[in-house]
Nanobody, 123 residues
């Protein structure tokens, strides 16, 4: 599967942004989907994950209550809605797909990765 992330940009602190990730292929619904991010000078970290149906999701503590992951299997797309953005949310955001069944764990190493989209939050 090929993944194409989009929707990043510059937003002021407290603002909102929705980023998207479009997947190729007809088997999108078979994949657990994830968002990771990498801030300058830091390691890549798990942000959110969602199971095949969209009925189960998980988040890193720092974004709980502010970010929402969702998916539309008919459109082969996964989304990350980000509210109440903070400067520390500034990072390149990557979507990823995993053939393994979703467990809710953040300790995953997905099989496929998109190219990333930059989100910059100004103070």
């Amino acid at each position: 599967v090929q993944l194409q992330a989009s929707g990043g940009g510059l937003v002021q602190a407290g603002g909102s942004l929705r980023i998207s990730c479009a997947a190729s292929g007809r088997t999108f619904r078979n994949y657990s989907m994830y968002w990771f991010r990498q801030a300058p000078g830091k390691e890549r970290e798990f942000v959110a994950g969602i199971n095949w149906s969209g009925g189960s999701s998980s988040y890193v503590d720092s974004v709980k209550g502010r970010f929402t992951i969702s998916r539309d299997n008919a459109k082969n797309t996964v989304y990350l809605r980000m509210n109440s953005l903070k400067p520390e949310d500034t990072a390149v955001y990557y979507c990823a797909a995993d053939r393994a069944s979703y467990t809710g764990s953040s300790k995953v190493l997905p099989d496929y990765w998109g190219q990333g989209t930059l989100v910059t939050v100004s103070s």
